[in-house]
């Protein structure tokens, strides 16, 4: 049975968050944290993590092995950043006690981006999908670690309604990895994340040309709406690496999953758009849409839909 696609046919965002108090504070948008990067992929959480800002997060820190702490920390003044044990590249067995003490004070927690796959990323990725009171969004190797150690094998990870919400963005590579759905049919992939949505409670973003967003809402199984915004400009390194920090940032924001990851989605090909018009498709790259994010990011809000007349 091929599933039924909720198609957007305007170009508002599927939803808005309100607009900013004249009395705001940064507490009041939520402190996330990104968790990732290796040595060689230090730019892949750094991206994640200065997206969460532009997206609006109030405060944001990079858990990062410490072998590349000081490269990540020259990326962005404002983002903080908190080393982790490491083995000389990559995250050690041991990072994660050190990562859990910090969980309790985090809104929500984005994890995946250039971690890179060994013992210590897998205890790090099995110990947030355990904690189901933290809402996470899960990214790139953090998808290739639940493939590889076979988790979906039974529901041990599954998310209540009343549990704090968990998105996976993967690439079709990254789905057809965790699922066997080929990353050459895209009615496939809907109906294999449809089905894991279903028993995990999960919400699932299927990354593409356009990207769908596949949750269960409301306790029902099988909504897939599919985005509007973005190009093919956006195929270009690094630009997933951004929306894993945009939908942790909205998480963060008392977002719920699949809220989060369709108003992420669709900011996210918005800024995407706003640098194809700035750039080029073929010049752009992740740091545009980085860049084009904090331009466009106040066009999630009501104060936009006053403005729009909507
Ligand atoms: N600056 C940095 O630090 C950066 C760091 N990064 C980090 O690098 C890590 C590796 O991430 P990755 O996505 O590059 O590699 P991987 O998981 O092997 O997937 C590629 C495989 O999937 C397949 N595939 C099929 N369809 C596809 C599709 N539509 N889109 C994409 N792929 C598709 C594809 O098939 P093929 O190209 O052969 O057709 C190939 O076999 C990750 O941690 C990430 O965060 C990057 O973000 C860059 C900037
Ligand atoms: N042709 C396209 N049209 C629209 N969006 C695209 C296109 N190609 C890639 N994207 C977007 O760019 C992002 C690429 O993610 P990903 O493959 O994980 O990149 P990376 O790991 O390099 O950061 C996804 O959000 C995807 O939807
Ligand atoms: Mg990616």
């Known amino acids: 049975m091929t599933p039924t696609i909720l198609t ?3 170009n508002p965002p599927p939803l808005r968050i309100p ?3 004249v009395s705001a504070h940064k507490g009041n948008f939520g402190r996330v944290l990104l968790v990732g990067g290796s040595r060689g992929m230090a730019g892949s959480v ?3 993590s200065i997206a969460a800002l532009h997206t609006g997060s109030g405060l944001v820190a990079a858990a990062v092995p410490d072998c590349i702490l000081d490269c990540v920390a020259g990326f962005h003044p404002a983002i903080m950043t ?3 044990s490491d083995d000389g590249q990559k995250f050690a067995d041991s990072a994660w006690e050190s990562l859990r003490e910090r969980l309790p004070a985090q809104a929500a927690v984005g994890c995946g981006p250039g971690i890179s796959r060994g013992p210590g990323s897998a205890t790090i990725v099995a110990g947030l999908l355990a904690k189901k009171d933290l809402p996470v969004v899960l990214d790139a190797d953090a998808l290739n670690i639940i493939a590889e150690q076979d988790w979906l094998r039974d529901d041990r990870f599954q998310r209540s309604s009343n549990d704090a919400a968990c998105v996976l963005t993967p690439h079709p590579g990254e789905l057809q990895r965790l699922t066997g759905a080929s990353a050459n049919d895209v009615d496939a ?6 089905k894991l949505t279903g028993r995990l409670g999960w919400t699932i973003v299927v990354k593409g ?3 769908h967003v596949v949750s269960k809402r409301d306790g029902q199984p099988g909504s897939i709406w599919q985005n509007t915004t973005g190009n093919p400009g956006m195929a270009t390194a690094g630009c997933g690496d951004v929306l894993t920090g945009v939908v942790t940032s909205l998480l963060g924001q008392g ?6 990851a369709r108003l992420g989605v669709w ?3 918005r800024s995407g758009d706003e640098a194809a018009a700035r750039v080029s498709l073929a010049g752009m790259t992740a740091v545009h849409v980085l860049d084009s994010l904090a331009i466009v990011a106040d066009e999630m809000t009501t104060d936009a839909s006053e403005r729009d007349g909507i």
Do not use: F, V
């Open 8 to 10: 957007q046919s305007t």
């Open 19 to 21: 607009r900013r108090d």
């Open 46 to 48: 750094s991206l994640s």
């Open 82 to 84: 908190h080393g982790m």
């Open 189 to 194: 992939q809907l109906k294999a994340a449809e």
């Open 209 to 211: 040309g356009p990207s």
């Open 255 to 260: 977002l719920s999953g699949s809220d989060a």
């Open 267 to 269: 900011i996210h090909g």
